[in-house]
Structure formats: structure tokens, C-alpha cells
């Protein structure tokens, strides 16, 4: 994780949230007023989030104290206290929501790549994500899936050729596609491309693709095509997999399964922000 990128970010966060002041907490205590306050897990999952109570907390004052007691990809279980603040309660509390939104949300997406992981239980294919992030936060996401033990998938247009069908479409097949690719981007680039039938497998195999992804298609289907991709190609499967249908998947053969579901659709661990005024 890029801490300069994860500091502006903060900021923007911050300033979204407090704006200008804290209304609530300027009122209620004066500026010299100290205490401390406990982060707990209420429920049993994967902790994400030590970078975010340094930075957060020492951006709003230097001088808070962070004790943590959970490091990324950790196990929490509910009634643990993941990491306590000491410092001014006008800081606390006015970096209490930002900070446990940020908290709740990638650890529900490490909790949640795991129970894939678990689910699938192979160690020979791998979780991955995809783009199906939220905007602003796909850095934050993409990380929390690796906290939770899966993989990455690009990070964006910008890092990797990744051909769909509609591209297919519009090139005039899945040989001049990846030829037009080919003529525009360096040697370091990869170049994947979606398949659905075993014809366009081979095309996708003779036009030279580094990553064949089979899309929307039943473990069985996988089977068949797998044995007509070289060693030297990787592939994916993506598309109608879930928690249900995910052990499947186990003996397709396949490196990667990618998962839109454990970003999109991860629900937040719930963790509570206790604190206590020091008299």
C-alpha cells in the first residue's frame, strides 16, 4: 500500500467529514481534555486496518498514541480489542467514523476472501479480485483481498491487455485483437483474453495470449477446454461463481478464479469505538 497515496486520502476523507470543525466535540470538551478509546471487534472475522489508525490519528494530532494489537490478515474474534488511542477527545472523536468506516469496510472485504479461499480450499488455484471496486477506494480493496489471502487481478486500463468480447466484436476476431495489441504495447505488457467456447479457446491459443480466462462456464466445461491451453498460458475462470457453487471449482485445473462478489458485495465487520475521558 502507497503510504503517500493513503495520507491524501485521509485527508479527503477528513475534510468530507469534519469540514472545517467538529461542532459536536468543540462544544462538549476543551481542548486540553485527554482520554482514550478502544477499537473491538463485535464479531469474529479478518482484521485490515493498521495503516489506517496510524496515519489517520497522527494526521489529526502527531501526538496520539496507537497501541495495536492485530496485524493485517489476523483472525479477530468478537470482544477483542484490535488497537487503542490515546490522545486530545476532540481528536478521537472527530477521527472516530472515518477511521471505522475505513476499519469495517476492508475488514469485511478480508473476511469475506477468506471464506473463499477456505471454501475453495485449493493449493493449486487461486482467488483473485476484479475491478468491481468502489471508486476512490480500489487501493484500500485490492490490498484488504490480499490481507484476506487471495490474489490481485489488474489494478486497472492501465496495467494489463484484457480482451472482451465486445472488444472481439469490434476487432473482427479474437486473432486480430490480440494482433492489434500486440503492435501497440511493450513486451512487458500481458495480454488476457475472455473466451466461452473451445473454438475461441484455440483461437486465443494460436494468436498468442498469455491469459485465457474461460467466462461464464460450468466446471465441467473447464475441464474440457483445459487440456487445450499449453502449461506456459495461465487461466482464469470468472463469471457465476459463488460462495454455493465455488468448491466446483476445486479440480478444474484452473490458476485463477476471480471473484467480483468479495468487493462488491462484502459486508463490514462490525467493530464498536469506546472511549473513556481521562480526568
Given at each position: 500500500m502507497n503510504p503517500f497515496k493513503l495520507q491524501d486520502m485521509?485527508?479527503?476523507?477528513?475534510k468530507e467529514d469534519i469540514g472545517d470543525r467538529d461542532l459536536t466535540s468543540e462544544a462538549l470538551f476543551g481542548e486540553d481534555a485527554t482520554g482514550a478509546g478502544k477499537f473491538i471487534a463485535k464479531e469474529n472475522g479478518i482484521f485490515v486496518g493498521e495503516s489506517i489508525l496510524i496515519e489517520a490519528f497522527k494526521l489529526l494530532d502527531?501526538?496520539?498514541?496507537?497501541?495495536?494489537?492485530?496485524?493485517?490478515?489476523?483472525?479477530?474474534?468478537?470482544?477483542?480489542?484490535?488497537?487503542?488511542?490515546?490522545g486530545k477527545m476532540r481528536?478521537?472523536?472527530?477521527g472516530e467514523r472515518v477511521?471505522?468506516?475505513?476499519?469495517?469496510?476492508?475488514?469485511?472485504?478480508?473476511?469475506?476472501?477468506r471464506t473463499a479461499v477456505d471454501m475453495l480450499d485449493s493449493e493449486t488455484t487461486k482467488i483473485c479480485d476484479t475491478r468491481k471496486t468502489t471508486p476512490g477506494l480500489r487501493m484500500l480493496e485490492k490490498y484488504a483481498v490480499v490481507c484476506g489471502g487471495g490474489s490481485n487481478h489488474r489494478f486497472g486500463l492501465y496495467d494489463g491487455v484484457?480482451?472482451?468480447?465486445?472488444?472481439?466484436?469490434?476487432?473482427?476476431?479474437?486473432t486480430e485483437a490480440v494482433h492489434r495489441a500486440r503492435q501497440r504495447i511493450g513486451h512487458m505488457v500481458k495480454v488476457e483474453v475472455e473466451t466461452e467456447t473451445k473454438e475461441q479457446v484455440m483461437e486465443a491459443v494460436s494468436a498468442g495470449a498469455d491469459i485465457i480466462m474461460f467466462d461464464n462456464?460450468?466446471?465441467?466445461?473447464i475441464q474440457e477446454f483445459i487440456p487445450c491451453v499449453p502449461d506456459g498460458i495461465v487461466t482464469e475462470a470468472?463469471?457465476?461463481?459463488?460462495?454455493?457453487?465455488l468448491a466446483g471449482y476445486r479440480n478444474t485445473g484452473v490458476h485463477y478464479i476471480s471473484?467480483?462478489?468479495?468487493?462488491?458485495s462484502a459486508r463490514s465487520l462490525d467493530i464498536s469505538f469506546n472511549v473513556g475521558l481521562k480526568k
Open positions: 485521509l485527508r479527503d476523507f477528513f502527531p501526538e496520539t498514541s496507537i497501541t495495536i494489537n492485530k496485524k493485517d490478515g489476523e483472525r479477530v474474534e468478537k470482544g477483542e480489542t484490535i488497537a487503542t488511542v490515546h481528536v478521537l472523536l472527530s477511521v471505522l468506516n475505513l476499519l469495517q469496510r476492508l475488514s469485511g472485504i478480508a473476511t469475506l476472501t484484457m480482451i472482451k468480447d465486445n472488444h472481439i466484436e469490434f476487432a473482427g476476431s479474437i462456464r460450468t466446471p465441467q466445461e470468472s463469471g457465476g461463481i459463488t460462495l454455493e457453487n471473484l467480483g462478489f468479495i468487493t462488491h
